[in-house]
T-cell receptor, first 115, second 109 residues
Framework: EPEVTQTPSHQVTQMGQEVILRCVPI?????FYWYRQILGQKVEFLVS????????KSEIFDDQFSVERPDGSNFTLKIRSTKLEDSAMYFC?????????????FGPGTRLLVL | KNEVEQSPQNLTAQEGEFITINCSYS?????LHWLQQHPGGGIVSLFM???GKKKHGRLIATINIQEKHSSLHITASHPRDSAVYIC???????????FGTGTLLAVQP
């Protein structure tokens, strides 16, 4: 069964460094999302992406964050200058094709630790 | 006030018991999702529903749109059902999900 994959599974970085989290959505999906979960808290929406552009972003998704779909398969989340409070599990999700109102399939997550 | 509220936050059950987890929401939605999160962190979608009831194996999900309430039932619970069960609502042009805080279920043998 097709699945969403994410790399790396864990990343440790120093405050102020740039990180890129990578996701490979299910191949025929059209809608892509990033969510994050700070330890002990609920999952929060960061950004949605459709037709090669951001379709919605949350207040969390400030200028330090960016997303890209550089080729037909990868979907990346970049954090330009990491802060301690960026430490969290980051989940990529995808859905589609057809209507956006479909089940979202989640990747296994990347656990980011900012020191 | 949270847009999605779940109860209970924690639930311990004996193997074989019937389990109910409740979810209430305060926003307009296109669909409600029930998800399962295991200790390793991965999230699996269990149900997406916009009306009525859905059943998959020992899991049943119901939704009452007028009352903005959904329930997830597990029949004949088993220790392998132990996980966090999360209610999330989706809607709008992007179908972004708004998550509840989750219910930590422990089923003891």
């Amino acid at each position: 069964e097709p699945e969403v994959t994410q790399t790396p599974s864990h990343q440790v970085t120093q405050m102020g460094q740039e990180v890129i989290l990578r996701c490979v959505p299910i191949s025929n999906h059209l809608y892509f999302y990033w969510y994050r979960q700070i330890l002990g808290q609920k999952v929060e929406f960061l950004v949605s992406f459709y037709n090669n552009e951001i379709s919605e972003k949350s207040e969390i998704f400030d200028d330090q964050f960016s997303v890209e779909r550089p080729d037909g398969s990868n979907f990346t989340l970049k954090i330009r200058s990491t802060k301690l409070e960026d430490s969290a599990m980051y989940f990529c999700a995808s859905s589609g094709p057809g209507t956006v109102q479909k089940t979202q399939y989640f990747g296994p997550g990347t656990r980011l630790l900012v020191l | 006030k949270n847009e999605v509220e779940q109860s209970p936050q924690n639930l311990t059950a004996q193997e074989g018991e019937f389990i109910t987890i409740n979810c209430s929401y305060s926003v307009g939605i296109s669909a409600l999702h029930w998800l399962q999160q295991h200790p390793g962190g991965g999230i699996v979608s269990l149900f997406m529903l916009s009306s009525g009831k859905k059943k998959h194996g020992r899991l049943i999900a119901t939704i009452n749109i007028q009352e903005k309430h959904s329930s997830l039932h597990i029949t004949a619970s088993h220790p392998r059902d132990s996980a966090v069960y999360i209610c999330a609502v989706g809607g709008g042009a992007t179908n972004k999900l708004i998550f509840g805080t989750g219910t930590l279920l422990a089923v003891q043998p």
